[in-house]
């Protein structure tokens, strides 16, 4: 498999890039600062670009099977890093031809399929804490069901820096329930699984640690 990486040194980005790098996947990561990336091989691609430099990202997912946006907020303030990439991404796919986005989201803004305490208390409370980087995910998923793409969302819960464990619950009318937190290195295992397969097209995937 082909893929190209948005957000290739983040927390999640950078699980993807050394999992698929270790699968035998050839890899293009688009970073802005490379100095950043903590991998490398014969598969691995680097592009340095900026989401707004189109020209860049399109040749980057050109020819590629999937593209993963793995971006996302680094602090509570105000953000639209989840949206730049999303509006990139879809403008650079739609360039090149590309037809596979998977975007990572989170299921903190959303509460279907959650329990009573979560939906009631849990999610209010959270909801104002991460108020925008939330609202930054909500507004990313929008632009992304409105394309034409064979997207898939994936929405894990709190994100940790565990180990690998292969264990991960997977619910697509809802909210995992019971669970709250998922290791990155499971994100990204579940994000490789996801892009191969073509029944998640146009699907929303909520994942937790199983």
């Known amino acids: 498999m082909r893929l190209t990486v948005l957000g290739a040194t983040g927390g999640v980005g950078s699980e993807v ?3 698929a790098l270790a699968a035998g996947h050839h890899v293009t990561a688009v970073v802005r600062d490379p100095s950043r990336l903590d991998a490398e091989g014969e598969l691995l691609e680097v592009v340095v670009a ?3 430099e189109h020209g860049a990202l399109t040749e980057a997912v050109s020819g590629r099977d999937v593209v993963i946006s793995a971006l996302g907020a680094r602090d509570r303030n105000p953000t639209t890093i989840v949206t ?3 509006n990139a991404a879809i403008a650079a796919l739609g360039s090149a031809g590309t037809r596979r986005l998977l975007l990572v989201s989170a299921s903190g803004p959303f509460v279907d399929g959650d329990a009573f305490f979560t939906r009631n208390v849990v999610k209010p409370i959270l909801g104002r804490v991460l108020r925008h980087a939330f609202a930054d995910m909500v507004a990313a998923e929008r632009i ?3 394309s034409d793409l ?3 969302i994936v929405r894990p819960p709190r994100l940790l820096n565990g180990p690998h464990t292969g264990a991960i619950a997977v619910r697509t009318d809802g909210n995992v329930r019971g669970s709250y937190r998922i290791n990155r290195a ?3 295992d579940y994000l490789l699984r996801a892009a ?3 029944s998640l097209a146009r699907q929303t995937v909520s994942i937790a640690q199983g």
């Open 17 to 19: 890039v050394k999992q």
């Open 50 to 52: 900026q989401l707004s």
């Open 84 to 86: 730049d990439g999303a």
């Open 144 to 146: 992304v069901r409105a």
């Open 150 to 152: 064979d997207w898939t």
């Open 186 to 188: 499971d994100v990204a």
């Open 196 to 198: 191969a397969d073509d």
